[in-house]
Structure formats: structure tokens, C-alpha cells
């Protein structure tokens, strides 16, 4: 047993007060500084906040949230003339190979989903998503900016197994407000999360893999490669059984609990970073949900997004559950392979075991499937 492994469950919860009170936020704002963020002119922002207080922007001073990329997301606080002090967040998302070496042969682009679903947000939608003043899709497919509320000042992140059940147990409704742009023309060009993506899917992480394998020696990296044609068999074939029965809906692509936030008082749910939402299975919401969860949350939590869905097919939601995990197990694997192996990327110190976590979970899930028989 590691160091880490005995220090976490004492600082667990620690951190989780910290991160439900906002404190992390206030000790932060030391490191903000005077001016506006890189994307962002004086003009809009002028607009933006006269449409808000009828006051113009006295002072702005800002820091960047994202921990691994040149571009991203920036948070704002600026004074106005009319005695306001406001705190909104600029998203400057940047898709381009320089930005994110791991986009390279990556069978899907993101980006897209958010524009188009803060673009076309209405009624049900727009309850689960922050309010937003500016987007801008300077290109498709690569760059894309807004400028939206700061949730912190009303919402708190997700902590602890309750957060989790109530998540899990709102996907449902979720995806039933996402109806409502589903019939846009705009929803057409989204990511697909369908059979071909599983064919691409295997082709791109096998590649990132054996590149990882020559650089590093990873048991987990090994232990999937060296079964690789059973694994890629029985996942073909449970996708085939899925994609010939389920319908594609629109889902929000990479909902783990960093990307909800809950009301304070209500306990209403907001979710952002929409930028892997496309179509595909629910079930991909659910796996992203439940990540890094023990084993009976893992089982609650299911158990609760069936009985939502008013499926009645607890078992069938099992087994597209673990397809769905050994698909975004890969996706991940892969994604964070190509980006660790680009000398000139950010990569946080915790990216190897991601890879590594990524490939354990996969073979897991693939034998159980191969069990199941889907």
C-alpha cells in the first residue's frame, strides 16, 4: 500500500469542504491579475456588462482555470461605474494540434456541441445550463469563445456519494431537455459516438498505446496489448448488438462530476464544459458520472438511472453501461497517450495512471461483457 493511499481517506474530506464552501476559490483570488484574458476585447465585455448592470467596466482582473492548456477557460472580476462587482467566466476554446497535440488521428472533434447547444438553449435546456451572454464560433471546428455567468457565486461542486445518486438519478430528465434541439440542423453535424466510432476508436488508442509502450513500461499498457484481439472482438461485437437496438440521443459527452455544479439552496443541477456532446448512448453519461466510484455506489447509482429512465431493463442497462466504460476507457487511454508523448504539451503528473487506470478498467469490463454475452 502507498503513501497516497492511506493519506486520502483523512484528507478526502477535507478537500471536499473546501470545495463545497468555495474557499478554494477565495485563496485563488490572490493569484488573479489586473487586465482582460487573451480572446476577449473591451468592447464586448463593455457590452456585456452594460446589458447586466447599465454600468460601464471600471476595472477587470482575471485568472486562467485551466490547469493543462495554453487557451481555456478564464474567471472575471471586474467593477462597474454603477458600484456593481461582477464575476463572469470567458471560455477561449481553442481545438488545434498545437493546442492539443492528442486531436491528431482522434476519430472526432470537439467543440462543436457547446456552441450549438448554448446557441439553441430554450425552455427545460436552459434550466440545466449556465446563462450566457456571448458565443462565438470564430471557426468550426476549431475555436469557439463565450462569456457566461460565474456559477460559484450560487453553486457549489459536487461532493460525496449523495451528489453522485442525485446526478446519476437527473441524467434522464437531462437528456430529455436535450430533446428540444435534437430536430435543429445544427445537431447534424455533432459528434457521432456510433459504430464506426468504435471501429476508429480501437484503430487510434492501439496506435497511442504501442507509442507508449516503447516509451514506458506500463503492465497495464501490456496486459491490454497483449490481449488486444479478443478485447477488440468483444467489443465489436457488443457494439454491434447495441447500435442495432439503441437509438443515438444527444448526450453531454463528458459529464463527470467536475462538469455539474448544484444550487446551494435548491439543489438544482448546472452542468458545463459541453464540448464532447454529440450522439450517442445515455449510458456514456453515466459512465463519466461514476468514475473513480467505489463498487456499491457504482451498482446505486445504476440502479437509479434505470429506474429514471422507466426502462425496466436493469440487466440490459448493465451491459451497454459497460460498453459504454470500455469505450470511454479507451478514449481516454488513447487521448492522453498522444498528449503525454508530445514533448511540448502540458501534462500533469497524473496522466501516466490515467493511462494506466484506463486500461485496467477496459479488460475488466471486456471480460464481463464476454460473460454476459450482450
Avoid at 459541453?274 to 453519461?285: F, K, R, S, T, Y
Amino acid at each position: 500500500m502507498n503513501l497516497s493511499s492511506l493519506v486520502d481517506p483523512i484528507l478526502r474530506p477535507i478537500k471536499d469542504t473546501i470545495k463545497a464552501m468555495g474557499l478554494k476559490e477565495t485563496v485563488l483570488r490572490l493569484s488573479y491579475r489586473r487586465g482582460i484574458p487573451p480572446g476577449l476585447d473591451q468592447e464586448t465585455l463593455g457590452r456585456i456588462v452594460w446589458e447586466i448592470t447599465a454600468g460601464e467596466v471600471k476595472s477587470v482582473s482575471f485568472r486562467q482555470m485551466s490547469g493543462w492548456k495554453k487557451s481555456g477557460a478564464y474567471r472575471l472580476i471586474l467593477r462597474t461605474s454603477a458600484g456593481a462587482k461582477l464575476s463572469l467566466v470567458h471560455k477561449n476554446a481553442l481545438y488545434s494540434r498545437d493546442e492539443i497535440p492528442a486531436l491528431a488521428g482522434l476519430p472526432i472533434t470537439p467543440g462543436l456541441g457547446e456552441y450549438v447547444f448554448f446557441k439553441h438553449s430554450m425552455g427545460k435546456l436552459a434550466g440545466y445550463l449556465p446563462r450566457v451572454f456571448f458565443a462565438e464560433q470564430l471557426e468550426e471546428g476549431r475555436h469557439y469563445q463565450y462569456v457566461m455567468e460565474d456559477l460559484t457565486q450560487n453553486y457549489r461542486g459536487l461532493v460525496g456519494p449523495q451528489d453522485r445518486i442525485n446526478l446519476c438519478r437527473t441524467l434522464p430528465d437531462m437528456h430529455a431537455s436535450f430533446r428540444r434541439i435534437a430536430a435543429h440542423p445544427d445537431t447534424h453535424k455533432l459528434l457521432r459516438f456510433d459504430r464506426d466510432f468504435t471501429e476508429r476508436l480501437l484503430v487510434y488508442c492501439r496506435k497511442s498505446l504501442e507509442a507508449n509502450q516503447g516509451a514506458q513500461s506500463r503492465s497495464a499498457i501490456d496486459a491490454l496489448l497483449n490481449d488486444w484481439t479478443n478485447f477488440a472482438a468483444v467489443f465489436r461485437a457488443s457494439a454491434d448488438a447495441i447500435y442495432r437496438s439503441e437509438p443515438l440521443i444527444l448526450v453531454h459527452g463528458d459529464c463527470n462530476i467536475s462538469n455539474a455544479m448544484c444550487h446551494m439552496a435548491t439543489g438544482d443541477l448546472k452542468i458545463l464544459d459541453l464540448e464532447w456532446a454529440g450522439w450517442g448512448m445515455p449510458h456514456q453519461d453515466l459512465v463519466s458520472a461514476l468514475k473513480g466510484a467505489p463498487a456499491e455506489l457504482e451498482t446505486r447509482c445504476l440502479e437509479e438511472f434505470s429506474r429514471s429512465q422507466g426502462s425496466g431493463r436493469l440487466d440490459r442497462d448493465l451491459n451497454i453501461y459497460r460498453y459504454c466504460g470500455i469505450q470511454r476507457a479507451l478514449l481516454d487511454a488513447g487521448f492522453i497517450g498522444i498528449q503525454i508523448l508530445d514533448a511540448k504539451a502540458r501534462t500533469p503528473k497524473w496522466f501516466p495512471r490515467i493511462i494506466n487506470d484506463s486500461c485496467t478498467k477496459a479488460l475488466e469490463l471486456s471480460r464481463l461483457l464476454q460473460i454476459s454475452k450482450i
